[in-house]
């Protein structure tokens, strides 16, 4: 027995990632290299990276598909566009809001999340994060899968879903073309989740500069073709009254759920930022341009087909180059291969920057000892080949619009996270605290949870959570509905509100009367203890009297 458990420990020794020596076994679960504050030399991400990766982002299936969604539901073309402007703005705010956090102390979602949460409060949101990061990341591998079977299908007429022998049964939503086309997607994938975050910028450039090259050249085609750009351009909208006022803004909320993922982890790529403002008006201005022009090629594009092809518009990009392929001679299947690998790239970019890093940052929070980043996104892959995709994008099954409902509820984390250090904290934060297991820390509250937090957090989801019912599906009072269609805004003006009332009536530790973000101040990276019995600072878990060593730090 002795000997089986000095085998298992040395294989956990093989296996543990680096970490700073002087650690602590409470330390060791709370950071590694990839949870540590970035260090300047890796600190690479200027603002032209930002506004390439979001140039990036936006391209892709999506949000081709995100106005389609609004026409289909009374819209016009234009106040379907403009509900993608809108929303897309408030979107950039928001990201801005999080982002600022990561750009100035240089800490990720996991560690910014134990101000507010706890030190190990903090686990359930990242767990919950990272869970659906690894679901949402299947999802997307299977659509770039699709894009790949284009490629394939486009050189070789006799790679056809309808033709090769399928092994799957029918009513499994795929078929062994497609399965194969989506596994070589998934093993292609997998390099780039090996590079470091700091270095997969240029991932992010290349398909800046590629992707909507391509988008413009399948908007130029297909406009060709038709001849012009199509009725729906024309069409006016079928509502009126408060059903056209509801539909713009379940239109403007469907614009911000889409993004809900993304505000809550930006910190994971703003602390990359070589300064805090490299990360502001770079994400405040691409976000809206980038989305809304990748939007409106969409409109111009499915509008076309209802000219090309006759009866309604073909709002998916992918369809659409399938009948291309079918119709078309040899030079137009070599448009079709360059336009699908554009897209291939896209959703390769998207899962990279929305799923694979934020899975694997979470993971890293959740087992530091043994995960890191790269670990972390291999795992999310593994699970997102495991789950079996094509099963929740079948048309019998709701799993998918339980998805999209799902993520609006990340605005009560949102909410807390942001009302903790704009309202409350004032952009303070002791950074060398955030990885202190003792119960002396600031951030441990009690036993290690932050109850506030959780109190204002249900808050949030309590408001939603019978109109969620009724998004999947559930009869459910009308009011509730009403409420559900503002969903994000409702969540986090609820668990922010709360969480901020809550700290006034029970002030917390390790906040400031002022405005005082310190990240500037911060050059001793290492989080071990001093050689001290204490942390060196007092803390009163249920006041706000704070003692140490920050005395004297000055307003920034």
Same mark, same amino acid.
């Given at each position: ?9 040395? !294989? ?39 506004? #390439?990766? /979001? ?8 949000? /081709? ?46 560690? %910014? ?10 686990? /359930?949101?990242?767990? =919950? ?18 894009? %790949? *079977? ?5 050189? /070789? ?37 090996? &590079? ?32 012009? %750009? ?41 602390? !990359? ?22 939007? !409106?090629? #969409? ?38 291969? +360059? ?32 995960? =890191?980043?790269?670990?972390?996104? *291999? ?48 952009? *303070? ?17 009690? &036993? ?43 969540? !986090?003006?609820?668990?922010?509100? %709360? ?18 973000? +310190? ?38």
């Amino acid at each position: 027995m002795a000997v089986k458990k000095r085998a298992i420990s040395r !294989f956990a020794e093989k296996i543990a990632v680096d970490a700073e020596p002087g650690l602590t076994t409470a330390q060791l679960m709370l950071t590694n290299h990839d949870l540590k504050p970035v260090e300047p030399a890796r600190r690479q991400w200027g603002p032209w990276n930002f506004v #390439g990766f /979001w140039v990036a982002d936006s391209f892709n299936i999506n949000t /081709w598909m995100i106005s389609s969604s609004m026409i289909v539901g009374g819209l016009s073309w234009w106040q379907s566009w403009l509900c993608v402007w809108i929303g897309y703005a408030i979107s950039a705010c928001f990201i801005c809001l999080t982002g600022r956090i990561g750009a100035t102390y240089h800490i990720g979602f996991p560690v %910014v999340s134990r101000s507010s949460f706890g030190i190990w409060g903090s686990l /359930w949101p990242i767990f =919950n994060r990272a869970a659906m990061a690894c679901v949402w990341y299947g999802v997307q591998s299977y659509i770039g899968g699709h894009c %790949v *079977y284009l490629m394939i299908r486009s050189i /070789w007429l006799r790679w056809d879903r309808e033709t090769i022998p399928n092994t799957f049964a029918e009513d499994s939503g795929t078929t062994t073309a497609d399965f194969v086309s989506f596994f070589i997607f998934w093993l292609c994938s997998l390099p780039a989740i090996w &590079f470091p975050v700091h270095q997969i910028r240029h991932l992010f450039t290349v398909k800046a500069y590629f992707v909507p090259t391509a988008g413009i050249a399948f908007l130029i085609w297909a406009v060709v073709r038709a001849g012009g %750009v199509g009725p729906i351009i024309r069409q006016p909208s079928r509502l009126e009254g408060s059903e056209l006022a509801w539909e713009f803004v379940k239109g403007v909320m469907s614009s911000i759920a889409n993004f809900a993922t993304l505000i809550v982890n930006d910190p994971d790529f703003s602390r !990359f930022a070589g300064k805090p403002r490299d990360a502001l008006w770079s994400q405040l201005f691409t976000i809206p341009i980038g989305f809304a022009f990748t939007s !409106f090629i #969409g409109i111009i594009v499915s509008s076309s087909t209802t000219i090309i092809y006759g009866g309604d518009p073909i709002w998916d990009p992918l369809d659409l180059l399938e009948h291309f392929i079918n119709d078309g001679g040899s030079a137009q299947r070599f448009g079709v291969f +360059v336009i699908a690998a554009a897209f291939s790239l896209a959703q390769l970019g998207t899962n990279i920057a929305a799923n694979s890093v934020s899975a694997g940052t979470d993971m890293t929070a959740l087992l530091p000892r043994f995960l =890191n980043i790269r670990r972390g996104g *291999y795992v999310c892959a593994a699970v997102g080949l495991a789950m079996c995709p094509w099963t929740l994008l079948t048309s019998a099954n709701q799993f998918t619009t339980y998805l999209s409902a799902y993520s609006v509820f990340l605005s009560s984390i949102a909410g807390v996270m942001i009302g903790d250090y704009y309202f409350v904290r004032k952009g *303070y934060l002791e950074v060398k605290e955030l990885y202190d297991a003792r119960k002396s820390g600031p951030y441990y509250y009690t &036993f290690g949870i932050h109850w506030r937090a959780y109190v204002a957090y249900i808050s949030g989801i309590v408001i939603n959570v019978v109109g969620f019912a009724g998004a999947i599906g559930r009869e459910v009072p009308i009011g509730a509905t009403y409420i559900f269609n503002i969903n994000f805004f409702a969540g !986090f003006i609820v668990s922010s509100g %709360v969480y901020y009332g809550l700290c006034r009536l029970s002030p917390i530790p390790a906040t400031s009367d002022r405005w005082m973000e +310190v990240g500037d101040e911060v050059e001793d990276l290492r989080v071990a203890y001093d050689n001290q019995s204490g942390s060196g600072q007092e803390f009163d878990d249920e006041s706000r009297a704070y003692k140490g060593a920050h005395e004297d730090t000055k307003a920034v």
